[in-house]
């Protein structure tokens, strides 16, 4: 079956975007043929299993790489991964930069496509801009650089294309980078707590405390930590968690397993010495050996350690007196962070000051599995805003932070047995040493009070009074709303708002997260049904963002939409969608609209970009290229090698809507 529509095109038509519209769901192969003449018996019309591009009319002289300047490493061009990108070398002496970003161990992929000159070169290199690969001095049509450490640095890379003869040619080529999955990640440290200098008195109790963050995209199952002290100096008194075994002869402690470690969360360990002899220098030290995460890859074993000074203490020792703040304020402190956080009792109303833009109070309270909890900031004259975390170091699980001096609430139910915390922070940058807040945490979910009409229910406060979002509370994994058919328009409504969402996939299907429409720059980010990192979006701006990738699992998959550098428009709506389907989609997707269309190359007659298709349903395939003088004409031909579909061919002129002229979709040949 082909399709063919055809058209002669004046002088100014700057862009002409081809379409390919279908509704069925079957992974129909497409292949066009599109030849470009002066007169129309130069019209090619032979069948190609591939898109291939002819051109016999005038020729661009530089003037069609829409990514100059792009000659250094600071004019950069930022593109993406997996997407094929042409471009120019020309004229003599040109250079062209391109840079991406990539993930601590990713392997890398740079390729060069159908070069119009067998002479072009292709370099990579690193953020500090170091030469780290290359492919130079090589004869043929392709290059290709495969780059593989797993040291690589996190950070913008980037790739050079250029010709160390000065050669250039007016016809394109073409770019594309292929990255590999991050690998697990972890970060640990290990500090003295509250000990000015690392020096300790011979009988003081010296806290250390161990942090570990999962860095990588994935859950750390897996999770072994072994604590050696130095037994010349110090003897072990505590820990918490309890580890699972104390070797007194080998003086250490081990802790098995602490996963499951979720992508991004922290785990605090402390442990307690008694410093019992003088030590010039006592090396106490934390390892992780035999970390695996949720695919059973094992991570690279770590190393941290703390150095502490053991001295006498003097005879006539001065107490350390308490800090003071130069402000006056008079709320208690220290209570800045997890570990000096406030004991709090369920019920209790607590008054207290934020007392500069940088202060935060925070509080500790014990729940129960199942425990529901509400926590109310009230009574406030500044703008401040709350947070609530599941366990000690981790990321917050619930937050509330509404314009003004709003009231702030949380309703939360818990999912472990443990203690569970509650910040008080400014949010806007407010602080006062004379104005209090009130916080209370009280058990049980609000109860709707009626007013003298019993028919009548009062509404519930929203979390976010002034945006017009009707799906809040979303901001995490467990209150992840259900994206339907169609999607949803929803809202960014505060710096500190995250939107989750959720749909299903069966294991193998295509996902085809979108989010279009953006008011501020928002960052789309995809996870997996054990809520570990998928994929993530890291254009910048406000175009439209998508994620595409293969189920590798079956079940509720998440995406999170958040503001980047605290971006929020109350105004203005974003959309979000997410399909699934059975078929795999063409390398060249998503390019469903005109701002999104591949750019296709005129002006070389050699140039195939492989099998396309129209799936899954709904799905359009819009193209782009440029036309420099009138009486060019255009032929676009769509041959049908499987399925039933009948697809629509049409050519828009370069305002992405005006239809210059379509096929009528019927069967057949034309």
Same mark, same amino acid.
């Given at each position: 079956?082909?399709?063919?529509?055809?058209?002669?095109?004046?002088?100014?038509?700057?862009?002409?975007?081809?379409?390919?519209?279908?509704?069925?769901?079957?992974?129909?192969?497409?292949?066009?043929?599109?030849?470009?003449?002066?007169?129309?018996?130069?019209?090619?019309?032979?069948?190609?299993?591939?898109?291939?591009?002819?051109?016999?009319?005038?020729?661009?002289?530089?003037?069609?790489?829409?990514?100059?300047?792009?000659?250094?490493?600071?004019?950069?061009?930022?593109?993406?991964?997996?997407?094929?990108?042409?471009?120019?070398?020309?004229?003599?002496?040109?250079?062209?930069?391109?840079?991406?970003?990539?993930?601590?161990?990713?392997?890398?992929?740079?390729?060069?496509?159908?070069?119009?000159?067998?002479?072009?070169?292709?370099?990579?290199?690193?953020?500090?801009?170091?030469?780290?690969?290359?492919?130079?001095?090589?004869?043929?049509?392709?290059?290709?650089?495969?780059?593989?450490?797993?040291?690589?640095?996190?950070?913008?890379?980037?790739?050079?294309?250029?010709?160390?003869?000065?050669?250039?040619?007016?016809?394109?080529?073409?770019?594309?980078?292929?990255?590999?999955?991050?690998?697990?990640?972890?970060?640990?440290?290990?500090?003295?707590?509250?000990?000015?200098?690392?020096?300790?008195?011979?009988?003081?109790?010296?806290?250390?405390?161990?942090?570990?963050?999962?860095?990588?995209?994935?859950?750390?199952?897996?999770?072994?930590?072994?604590?050696?002290?130095?037994?010349?100096?110090?003897?072990?008194?505590?820990?918490?968690?309890?580890?699972?075994?104390?070797?007194?002869?080998?003086?250490?402690?081990?802790?098995?397993?602490?996963?499951?470690?979720?992508?991004?969360?922290?785990?605090?360990?402390?442990?307690?010495?008694?410093?019992?002899?003088?030590?010039?220098?006592?090396?106490?030290?934390?390892?992780?050996?035999?970390?695996?995460?949720?695919?059973?890859?094992?991570?690279?074993?770590?190393?941290?350690?703390?150095?502490?000074?053991?001295?006498?203490?003097?005879?006539?020792?001065?107490?350390?007196?308490?800090?003071?703040?130069?402000?006056?304020?008079?709320?208690?402190?220290?209570?800045?962070?997890?570990?000096?956080?406030?004991?709090?009792?369920?019920?209790?109303?607590?008054?207290?000051?934020?007392?500069?833009?940088?202060?935060?109070?925070?509080?500790?309270?014990?729940?129960?599995?199942?425990?529901?909890?509400?926590?109310?900031?009230?009574?406030?004259?500044?703008?401040?805003?709350?947070?609530?975390?599941?366990?000690?170091?981790?990321?917050?699980?619930?937050?509330?932070?509404?314009?003004?001096?709003?009231?702030?609430?949380?309703?939360?139910?818990?999912?472990?047995?443990?203690?569970?915390?509650?910040?008080?922070?400014?949010?806007?940058?407010?602080?006062?040493?004379?104005?209090?807040?009130?916080?209370?945490?009280?058990?049980?979910?609000?109860?709707?009070?009626?007013?003298?009409?019993?028919?009548?229910?009062?509404?519930?406060?929203?979390?976010?009074?002034?945006?017009?979002?009707?799906?809040?509370?979303?901001?995490?994994?467990?209150?992840?709303?259900?994206?339907?058919?169609?999607?949803?328009?929803?809202?960014?409504?505060?710096?500190?708002?995250?939107?989750?969402?959720?749909?299903?996939?069966?294991?193998?299907?295509?996902?085809?997260?979108?989010?279009?429409?953006?008011?501020?720059?928002?960052?789309?980010?995809?996870?997996?049904? @054990? !809520?570990?990192?998928?994929?993530?979006? $890291? %254009? #910048? /701006?406000?175009?439209?963002?998508?994620?595409?990738? *293969? &189920?590798? =699992?079956?079940?509720?998959?998440?995406?999170?939409?958040?503001?980047?550098?605290?971006?929020?428009?109350?105004?203005?709506?974003?959309?979000?969608?997410?399909?699934?389907?059975?078929?795999?989609?063409?390398?060249?997707?998503?390019?469903?609209?005109?701002?999104?269309?591949?750019?296709?190359?005129?002006?070389?007659?050699?140039?195939?970009?492989?099998?396309?298709?129209?799936?899954?349903?709904?799905?359009?395939?819009?193209?782009?290229?440029?036309?420099?003088?009138?009486? @060019? !004409?255009?032929?676009?031909?769509?041959? $049908? %090698? #499987? /399925?039933?579909?009948?697809?629509?061919?049409?050519? *828009? &002129?370069? =305002?992405?809507?005006?239809?210059?002229?379509?096929?009528?979709?019927?069967?057949?040949?034309?």
């Amino acid at each position: 079956m082909k399709k063919r529509t055809a058209l002669t095109l004046g002088l100014g038509l700057t862009l002409a975007v081809l379409c390919l519209l279908g509704s069925h769901s079957l992974p129909t192969s497409v292949d066009l043929d599109i030849a470009y003449a002066a007169a129309p018996e130069h019209m090619l019309g032979n069948r190609l299993e591939h898109v291939a591009l002819n051109r016999e009319a005038s020729i661009l002289d530089c003037g069609g790489d829409d990514w100059e300047p792009n000659d250094t490493i600071n004019s950069a061009t930022l593109i993406n991964a997996n997407v094929q990108y042409a471009a120019y070398v020309c004229p003599a002496g040109d250079d062209d930069y391109f840079k991406f970003w990539v993930v601590s161990g990713q392997e890398i992929t740079v390729r060069l496509i159908d070069l119009p000159a067998s002479f072009f070169d292709l370099a990579l290199y690193d953020p500090n801009g170091s030469l780290r690969a290359s492919h130079t001095g090589s004869t043929g049509w392709n290059r290709e650089i495969e780059f593989v450490d797993p040291m690589t640095a996190t950070g913008f890379w980037y790739a050079r294309v250029f010709d160390q003869g000065d050669g250039w040619s007016e016809y394109a080529y073409y770019l594309k980078v292929t990255l590999g999955v991050p690998p697990p990640a972890l970060e640990l440290r290990k500090e003295a707590l509250e000990l000015p200098g690392s020096i300790a008195s011979v009988g003081d109790t010296v806290r250390f405390q161990i942090t570990l963050r999962n860095t990588g995209p994935t859950a750390i199952t897996t999770l072994p930590l072994t604590d050696v002290f130095d037994d010349n100096c110090f003897s072990y008194l505590d820990a918490d968690p309890t580890p699972d075994n104390v070797d007194e002869e080998q003086h250490r402690a081990l802790w098995y397993n602490l996963g499951p470690l979720p992508a991004g969360a922290s785990r605090i360990v402390t442990v307690d010495l008694e410093a019992h002899s003088v030590c010039e220098q006592a090396v106490n030290r934390a390892g992780v050996n035999g970390a695996s995460d949720v695919n059973g890859t094992l991570l690279a074993a770590l190393l941290a350690e703390a150095r502490i000074a053991v001295v006498i203490p003097t005879a006539t020792a001065t107490p350390t007196p308490t800090a003071t703040r130069s402000t006056g304020c008079p709320e208690i402190e220290p209570d800045n962070d997890f570990s000096s956080a406030q004991d709090l009792t369920l019920g209790t109303d607590y008054v207290d000051y934020i007392c500069e833009p940088s202060d935060a109070d925070f509080y500790e309270f014990y729940l129960t599995s199942g425990d529901t909890i509400q926590v109310e900031l009230t009574d406030m004259e500044k703008d401040y805003a709350l947070r609530l975390y599941e366990q000690e170091g981790g990321m917050a699980v619930e937050s509330s932070d509404n314009f003004g001096n709003a009231d702030e609430r949380i309703t939360f139910t818990a999912s472990w047995d443990g203690m569970h915390y509650v910040e008080v922070y400014s949010g806007s940058g407010e602080s006062s040493a004379t104005l209090t807040y009130k916080l209370r945490v009280s058990r049980g979910a609000p109860t709707a009070t009626p007013t003298a009409t019993a028919t009548v229910t009062p509404t519930a406060t929203p979390l976010y009074p002034n945006c017009p979002d009707g799906f809040e509370p979303n901001n995490t994994f467990d209150y992840a709303r259900e994206l339907g058919t169609g999607g949803l328009w929803a809202y960014i409504c505060a710096p500190s708002d995250v939107d989750y969402w959720r749909f299903h996939a069966d294991k193998d299907a295509t996902i085809l997260v979108t989010l279009r429409d953006l008011p501020r720059d928002y960052r789309l980010t995809l996870y997996k049904p @054990d !809520r570990s990192l998928a994929m993530l979006d $890291l %254009t #910048s /701006g406000t175009v439209d963002k998508s994620i595409s990738m *293969v &189920a590798t =699992d079956g079940g509720t998959w998440y995406v999170s939409v958040s503001g980047f550098d605290g971006a929020f428009d109350v105004m203005d709506s974003y959309h979000i969608d997410a399909q699934t389907s059975d078929c795999l989609p063409d390398h060249l997707e998503s390019n469903n609209d005109a701002a999104h269309a591949t750019s296709l190359d005129v002006l070389y007659a050699g140039h195939s970009d492989g099998e396309l298709s129209i799936c899954p349903a709904g799905d359009e395939d819009w193209f782009s290229t440029f036309f420099s003088e009138a009486g @060019d !004409r255009f032929s676009g031909q769509v041959i $049908l %090698t #499987s /399925g039933s579909a009948i697809p629509q061919l049409c050519l *828009v &002129a370069g =305002d992405g809507q005006t239809e210059l002229a379509c096929t009528q979709g019927a069967s057949g040949n034309e």
